[in-house]
């Protein structure tokens, strides 16, 4: 990335609030319009991060600069970003043209000109013929396109959006990702978005930083999030996932609990403490000993079969542990049932090794 | 199955509902026909009677002789300065209650409710009281008196005056501001500030745009609160404005005590009552605005 294209950046930003860190010496560059996603579970700091972008708090430490600007003390009011709030923050008295215009108007935009901006984002969000009603005459998918279009209207270098989608119903919100991801897309603005859901990130995101208690613990596309976690929680976050426990043996061969030694590269040191983890859908169920040769075997039984529809999933006990293993049902051919001898067996590469 | 209810015995059940409603009511029903409908029957129907030349009043021949004296010279200065009053008092009150009002409900909760609970102290004792205290401070060598002079404000005795009229008015109104203010302030969402200054309106605009607006529904109440009382006040200008200067409340009072004018004094205050029932109209239509 070069200089001209960072359009935030963060470094070693920690916010407390007395003795809650809720921030903790955080590193983060987002690029020119990129679509970067906040995810963790709820409390993990991310509205705070937000925040601070937004200039609605200050860091207690670290610096903050966007488009290579440190903003320092800067007020919201003075700074080139605008939020989508959770609660969308609509202003109750005003109709939605004139919400939609406040921006504008506060930067005294002269009045014809606010007036083609003002229409031209109500047609973005689809909002035509409803620019007379008030905040409260509108349904929670209305409002939310209101406080998108009131934020967008101002060609913000960044936006921000505070989980804009969480007060939906599944499938507004469903639709929802797609009309804002194409949005984005057609604007050309930098999105920093906040979500604890996972599958919203991976959907919508160029790069998603996992959060957790504070700390940023993984930043990445959202295959490398969900193929190459590096920490236990990053893993168990996004998806289900199994954790074979194991010790570092060398630079590329860790031993599991069975004292089965697995070659995958790691960079921890030797006798560290970690875990192999495998997706579900990256184990594959074979008659006993009927597992191809090159792959890792395990032997075990089947606890149970779900048929899910479009496809199985097992709990196979190897000696030590339960794996969850889920097969695509058109592959499920020879179906596998609880008390059946099996072999599971993963191929090295599609795992990763995690700490924490 | 069948149905168990018919739309008769609903219809009984809810007039049954609407007899206990009734009943309970019942107390309350009697002691304001006692004490507040007949006694507004009386004023009403004084305010329509004729005095003699004795000063009776007589109530068999009616007229409205009271009403045409309103437009009288004088009785309309009195009105008219009781306006003025009532006005300024109100316009004080809201100038020193907003700022009051906005930091209280900017504290943290407990802080707050002390706030709140000092507010209300003064209602712990008598209003007559009070007001015979402020007597104190403001004459010739009271605290008050000796501060203004000690600050070179000059001869700083204004008891007797409208001016100490005015504080008694402010000072015994001014919670009665601050109350229905903290109210609404207190339930503006805080997030729609931040908004505000997402969206680059600086501190002042936020509030003028946004608190101010949102807070409306308190400015209302409250003003219509003091604007009220104060309109009729009949303690404080007796007590901190010696009566020099005429005001409805004591003009009311003059005209059944001294001037013994029963008909005149009862149509002033069914003047009184008009205005404040229309300030109390448009308090409720404001209100259902806004709700
Ligand atoms: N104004 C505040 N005062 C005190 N604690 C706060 C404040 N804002 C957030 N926190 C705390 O900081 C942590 C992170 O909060 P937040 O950023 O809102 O998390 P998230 O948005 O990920 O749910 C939480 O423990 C929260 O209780
Ligand atoms: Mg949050």
Redesign the interface.
């Known amino acids: 990335m070069s200089e001209t294209t960072i359009a935030v950046e963060l470094q070693g930003v920690t916010k407390r609030f007395g003795d809650v860190v809720a921030v903790d010496d955080i590193d983060l560059t987002v690029a020119d319009g990129e679509f970067f996603s906040l995810l963790g579970p709820s409390g993990c700091g991310k509205t705070t991060t937000l925040r601070m972008i937004?200039?609605?708090e200050l860091p207690s430490q670290g610096s903050l600069s966007i488009h290579g600007e440190e903003m320092g003390l800067r007020?919201?009011?003075?700074r080139p970003?605008?939020?989508v709030?959770q609660?969308y923050?609509?202003?109750?008295?005003m109709d939605v043209r004139t919400n939609i215009g406040?921006?504008l108007e506060?930067?005294k935009v002269d009045k014809d000109e606010r007036s083609d901006l003002i229409d031209w984002a109500v047609s973005l969000v689809e909002m035509d013929g409803m620019e007379q009603r008030k905040p409260n005459q509108l349904s929670g998918g209305q409002q939310q396109r209101v406080a998108l279009a009131?934020?967008l209207v101002?060609r913000p270098e960044v936006l921000l959006l505070d989980e804009p989608l969480g007060a939906l119903d599944l499938k507004l919100r469903q639709q929802m990702q797609t009309e804002l991801k194409n949005l984005q897309r057609e604007v050309g603005i930098t999105f920093i978005y906040v979500t604890h859901d996972q599958e919203e990130a991976v959907t919508m995101s160029d790069r998603i930083g996992v959060m957790h208690e504070g700390r940023l613990l993984q930043i990445d596309t959202p295959e490398a999030i969900y193929e190459r976690p590096i920490t236990r929680f990053v893993a168990d976050f996004i998806g289900r996932t199994n954790f074979l426990e194991a010790t570092v043996a060398s630079g590329d061969e860790v031993v599991l609990t069975n004292g089965d030694r697995l070659r995958v590269p790691t960079s921890h040191p030797e006798g560290t403490a970690i875990a192999v983890t495998v997706r579900p859908e990256r184990l594959t169920v074979h008659g006993r000993g009927q597992a191809p040769e090159g792959s890792h075997r395990l032997d075990g039984v089947v606890d149970s079969a779900v048929y899910l529809g479009n496809a199985v999933t097992y709990s196979v006990s190897v000696d030590w542990m339960h794996l969850e293993i889920r097969c695509p049902a058109s592959l499920a051919g020879d179906r596998r049932s609880p008390g059946d001898d099996v072999t599971v067996s993963f191929d090295p590469d599609h795992t990763s090794v995690v700490i924490g | 199955m069948a149905a168990v209810t018919t739309p008769g015995l609903e219809r009984q059940a809810e007039r049954a509902e609407s007899r206990r409603g009734f009943l309970l009511g019942l107390p309350s029903i009697i002691y304001l026909l006692v004490f507040f409908v007949i006694p507004l029957g009386v004023v009403i129907a004084y305010s329509f009677a004729t005095r003699t030349r004795t000063g009776r009043t007589e109530l068999n021949s009616w007229n409205l002789e009271a009403y045409r004296r309103l437009s009288e010279e004088v009785v309309r200065a009195v009105a008219f300065r009781s306006l003025w009053f009532a006005i300024l008092t109100t316009v004080i009150c809201l100038a020193l209650a907003y700022p009051l009002a906005y930091f209280i409900s900017t504290r943290r909760p407990t802080t707050r409710n002390l706030m709140l609970v000092g507010i209300m102290i003064p209602f712990w004792s008598n209003f007559l009281i009070r007001t015979y205290a402020w007597r104190l401070l403001l004459d010739s060598d009271g605290l008050f008196t000796q501060m203004a002079s000690g600050m070179g404000l000059g001869d700083g005795r204004i008891l007797f005056t409208s001016k100490a009229v005015i504080l008694g008015l402010v000072y015994g109104y001014l919670p009665f501001m601050v109350l229905p203010l903290y109210a609404s302030i207190e339930r503006i969402d805080w997030s729609l500030v931040e908004g505000a200054r997402d969206l680059y309106a600086s501190g002042w605009e936020s509030f003028r745009r946004v608190v101010w607006p949102l807070s409306r529904p308190g400015v209302i109440a409250g003003s219509i609160l003091v604007f009220v009382p104060s309109f009729g006040a009949f303690v404080t200008p007796a007590i901190l404005g010696g009566n020099k200067k005429g005001l409805m409340g004591s003009y009311i009072v003059d005209q059944f005590m001294d001037s013994r004018n029963g008909p005149l004094g009862a149509s002033l205050s069914v003047v009184v009552l008009a205005v404040m029932l229309i300030g109390t109209l448009v308090y409720f239509r404001q209100g259902g605005r806004n709700l």
Do not use: D, I, Q
Request: hydrophobic share 40%; aromatic share 12%.
């Open positions: 937004a200039g609605l007020p919201p009011n003075k970003v605008n939020t709030f609660s923050a609509l202003f109750p008295h406040f921006g506060m930067r009131r934020a101002n």
